[in-house]
C-alpha cells in the first residue's frame, strides 16, 4: 500500500469537478488498489474522510470512516464506507451549524450549514448500489466529501468568516460549544 500526497487549499486539483466512474473502470485493478491507498492515506492522515480529487485523482470516489478519531473526538462512528459517483438528496429543510476541518485546509477550521438528513446513492468499491438515509453530525461528513467531488472546500460555505479558527484556538474557545450543541443533535439520531 501507499501514502499518497494530499493537496491543499489554492491546488486547481481542489476546484475541478471530478469525473464518474464507469462499472469497468472501477473493477479494475488500478482503481481497487488506488481505493486501497486512498484508504490507508485517510487512515494515516486520521481524516474522517478522504475524496479522490484530494489525492490528485480525478474521479468521483471518496472514502469515509470514524472510528476512535483523535481529531474529531466528538463524532460517532461511521463504518468505513466507499462511495463512488454519489449523489445527495436533503430530505428536509432543517440544517445545522457544523465547525468542519478539511486535510487540504491545514490548519484551520469554521463552522458551516450541513442538512440534518440526506438521502445518500452510489456505488460501493465494487459497484454494488448503495441507498442510504445519514442523518445528525454524521450527515454533515458526507456533505463534505461529495463537496469535495464537486470542487467544493468547506471554507465556501463558511457564511461568518470570524468563525475561521486554527486547531489550538477551536480546542481553547470554541470546542465546548460546539460540543454541547452537536450531543443534543448525536443524541436526537443517534449519528
Ligand atoms: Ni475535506
Redo the contacts with the bound molecule.
Sequence with gaps: MTLLKIATVGHPVLRTPAREVSREELLSERMQRFIDDLVETMRDAN?A???AN?VFEPVRICAIEVGDNPRYPYKPKIPLTILVNPKIEPLTDETFENY??????PDLRGVVRRHVEIRVRAWDRYGQEIDQVVRGLSAGTFQ??V??LDGK??LDRVEDPRTLCTWANFERYHKAAFVERVQALVARFGS
Excluded at 468542519?100 to 485546509?105: N, Q
Design positions: 481524516g474522510g478522504l475524496a484530494q468542519e476541518g478539511c486535510l487540504s485546509v463534505h466529501e463537496d469535495h472546500l468547506f
